[in-house]
């Protein structure tokens, strides 16, 4: 049997990660993070003051289980930033690519070991909306577009294309339905789609001028419009909910309901349950639905949910809901 150390014998370097470990701290907690394809979004990690002063990084997690670390900076399509007045390490995916789901870990070197602050899950989506809602893009551009023309188009050789174009730091709108606006300070230009359509599903391209014997700059989007249900409740009654879902293992992911029109928003920051929303998986697989039950219904309860099935390759927007209250 090994001898059990001493505080004093157990070298510097060690004794050092073994009180970090033993320091509580809520940091420390895993995470879920979103992002849409194609778009810009941030990965971030708060840390305890006392790593203030510690160089941090991110890294990924590979099949084999070892963590690589990420290359940011000029040129890279990721950046980080360490804010250490608010004690936040930030990974910044510049564009969201077919790939980045997976496990993240931010972390500190220090005597050559390198030692994770937190786990972030990270799932990568497709836009999604829901028929007669809306949707909007964000095409980020590089400094240097500014300057340049935008524009934006549904990729669908079945039908003719969609063309909306506008010029510099100005807006473009089509039969109403289709608008493109130029925020040249941010820089980021966004397309809305209204009044959504089943038909409106599938692949779209973002576009800029470069100039003069230069190809255009693309970027793809890809879009999912979701059938949505009515339901009504009185106000104080009760309420049951189907949401189908499509995985019909016997080991079925899991399910959850949550409330917002953006879905990214919906799952982190709308999901519902406690005393009044309960929601049961026991049904059969071959229904194909859980059940959502809501009770003491509230006129705050109004509005857009989603139902959400979880599997291996991330969030299912099955369906979503429009809930009615109403007054007796």
Not at 5 to 14: D, E, F, N, R, T
Not at 43 to 56: F, R, V
Not at 80 to 99: E, H
Request: charged residues 25%; contains cysteine.
């Amino acid at each position: 049997m090994s001898e059990i150390q001493s505080p004093l014998q157990i070298p510097l370097k060690h004794l050092l990660l073994l009180i970090l470990c033993l320091i509580p701290d809520s940091s420390g907690q895993d995470m879920v993070s979103y992002g849409y394809i194609g778009e810009r979004t941030d990965i971030s990690c708060q840390y305890p003051p006392k790593l203030a002063s510690k160089t941090k990084d991110f890294c990924k997690v590979c099949e084999r289980g070892l963590c690589n670390v990420i290359a940011t900076g000029p040129g890279q399509r990721f950046g980080f930033q360490d804010n250490r007045s608010d004690k936040l390490a930030t990974l910044t995916l510049r564009r969201v690519a077919d790939g980045d789901s997976g496990v993240y870990k931010c972390g500190f070197s220090t005597d050559g070991d390198r030692v994770d602050i937190k786990t972030i899950q990270f799932w990568e989506l497709s836009n999604i909306g829901y028929e007669g809602g809306e949707v909007t893009f964000r095409c980020t551009y590089a400094q240097g577009f500014q300057t340049k023309a935008k524009y934006f188009y549904k990729k669908d050789t079945a039908s003719p294309n969609t063309l909306i174009e506008t010029k510099a730091g100005q807006t473009s709108q089509v039969d109403g339905r289709v608008s493109l606006q130029d925020h040249t300070n941010a820089p980021v230009f966004t397309v809305t789609l209204q009044e959504l359509t089943a038909q409106d599903s599938g692949k779209y391209s973002c576009g800029m001028i470069r100039g003069q014997n230069e190809p255009d700059h693309l970027s793809e989007r890809r879009l999912a419009v979701k059938s949505v249900t009515t339901v009504s409740g009185h106000l104080g009654g009760f309420l049951k909910i189907a949401c189908p879902y499509q995985n019909e293992e016997e080991s079925r992911g899991t399910k959850r309901f949550c409330r917002g029109k953006d879905p990214v928003k919906c799952l982190q920051e709308g999901s519902v349950d406690g005393d009044r929303f309960t929601l049961n998986d026991s049904t059969s697989a071959t229904e194909g639905v859980f059940t959502v039950t809501i009770k003491d219904l509230r006129a705050e309860d109004a509005g857009i949910y989603w139902c959400v099935e979880f599997g291996e390759a991330g969030p299912e927007f099955t369906s979503a809901v429009d809930l009615e209250v109403y007054t007796k």
